[in-house]
């Protein structure tokens, strides 16, 4: 999946894609760098001229490097494996939360207690979900 965004404050295509082992190549900006990691999930463009008002023919180039850089790794075990790291990783709010609740037991407010460990609210959600 190719993501060329100047501007990209979370981005959430990236997380589709690669929970369902789609190799995202991204612009290296805002959410996307936080997400994909050159060479382990996915391909990083670097960024993008943003003082422009047409296509900056370094964009360009930058884009068409690292597809090539990328499809030279299709089909291969290296590839396979970027794939699988895709798929493996957790962005659910199951761990955030958990160290959140952490914090908020730390304050010490009178009565405050865990709330309950186990299942995710909607387990049968999970079905629906590709797996690596």
Not at 6 to 14: N, S, Y
Not at 28 to 57: A, I, R, Y
Not at 85 to 110: I, Y
């Amino acid at each position: 999946m190719l993501v060329p965004s100047r501007f990209e404050p979370c981005g959430l295509i990236q997380l589709h894609a690669m929970r369902y082992g789609t190799v995202p190549i991204v612009a290296s900006t805002g959410g996307l760098v936080d997400t994909v990691k050159e060479g382990f999930t996915g391909f990083q463009m670097g960024g993008f001229n943003v003082e422009c008002e047409v296509v900056d023919p370094a964009d360009v180039q930058a884009i068409a490097t690292t597809v090539t850089r990328a499809l030279g790794t299709y089909g291969t075990p290296a590839f396979t494996e970027i794939i699988g790291n895709c798929m493996a990783q957790d962005f659910s709010w199951k761990g955030p939360a958990k160290k959140w609740e952490e914090v908020l037991l730390n304050l010490g407010v009178a009565d405050s207690e865990p709330g309950i460990d186990g299942e995710e609210i909607a387990p049968l959600a999970k079905e629906n979900i590709a797996t690596p």
